[in-house]
């Protein structure tokens, strides 16, 4: 039988699910909740935008994933000069053959890491919209498709942080979570000091002992899973309620997409499925409000000037909706 006929439920999901934490745990310390959320979004086939200051692993997070899950991966530095053709690609002339080739850009591979996203101007940032969304490229007016699993795992720093740009109101609405990592506590950052001081080499994990638990097929095989995990009509009208409260809340200029209403519904039905359950409970949705609406909800100017963050209009917009029973 070949393995991607090989049908998976629910509790091969959650199986791998643990898997994929336990080797992201022998080089990530400190990071669950980050780790929880970027590997939910892997698994969801979303994309994952990743902020924290530098220096907090979230590049070792990609690479380590890359090499667990047994894709191709590639990562672009994101810099003022950077165009959009680094990118994608171009077309080529070949002095031999006296004819233009295609020269593919890096965005061709399965797991792309856009490492500090925000030090690009918008124009080069949304070269990547189209591969987001569509899973293809147009170059010189040729659309090229994308090898599946394509999936974006782009980090920034904070948009207060120097030399940064916000990134456009289109492109981080295909992001399905926005994940913050945040320093260590001392204790994990003890581990990592130990982990290193015993030979452990960030720049090459082919050295460690992390191991692949899957590859392509299985992957997109262990995704599929999902599709029988039971959404009751009240947790759907929770998930609606929401999203609707958000575009009605004082404070919040612009209220989350209906996109956002999707990414609450498929990452709530894998947040079930890795606490033991083939159903969506108000614990599920609550759980991942946090991740899918920060960075969909733009802020009026008078909530920023009183430091007034996402996560505390989130909150606000949960203990305003009405909990199912």
């Known amino acids: 039988m070949e393995k991607d006929s090989i049908k998976k439920n629910p509790d091969d999901f959650r199986q791998w699910y643990e898997m994929i934490i336990g080797e992201l745990g022998k080089v990530i310390k400190g990071q669950d909740e980050a780790v929880r959320f970027i590997v939910l979004a892997l698994l969801n086939g979303g994309h994952v935008l990743v902020e924290g200051f530098p220096g907090l692993a979230k590049t070792l997070m990609a690479k380590a994933l890359s090499l667990i899950i047994g894709v191709s991966f590639k990562r672009i530095q994101f810099t003022p000069d950077l165009m959009p053709a680094d990118i ?3 077309t080529v002339y070949d002095n031999v ?3 233009f080739y295609v020269r593919k850009g890096p965005v061709f591979t399965n797991f792309l890491l856009a490492d500090e996203i925000n030090r690009a101007p918008a124009k080069t940032q949304s070269a990547l919209l189209e591969a987001m969304q569509e899973k293809q490229v147009t170059i010189e007016g040729n659309f ?4 599946e699993p394509f999936i974006t795992i ?3 720093n904070p948009i207060e942080y120097e ?3 916000p990134l456009p109101e289109a492109q981080i609405d295909r992001f399905m979570f926005k994940v913050l990592v945040r320093y260590p506590a001392l204790e994990d950052e003890r581990k990592m000091l130990v982990m290193f001081s015993e030979g452990f080499d960030s720049d090459d994990l082919t050295k460690s002992d992390i191991r692949k638990v899957c590859d392509k097929e299985e992957f997109r095989s262990y995704r599929e899973s999902l599709s029988v995990v039971r959404i009751d009509d009240k947790i759907m009208n929770y998930i609606l309620s929401i999203v609707d409260t958000s575009r009605k809340t004082p404070g919040i200029s612009v209220g989350a997409s209906p996109r956002a209403s999707i990414s609450l519904m498929k990452s709530s039905r894998a947040y079930a499925v890795i606490n033991g359950r083939d159903f969506i409970v108000p614990d599920d949705v609550a759980a991942c409000a946090f991740p899918v609406l920060r960075h969909r909800l733009i802020l009026e100017t008078e909530a920023e000037i009183e ?3 996402p996560d505390d209009f989130i909150s606000l917009i949960l203990s305003r909706v009405t909990v199912p029973r």
């Open 88 to 90: 994608v690609g171009t």
């Open 97 to 99: 053959k006296n004819d």
């Open 144 to 147: 090229y498709k994308l090898e």
């Open 154 to 156: 782009a980090t920034q």
């Open 163 to 165: 030399g940064t740009y």
């Open 307 to 309: 430091g007034r963050q």
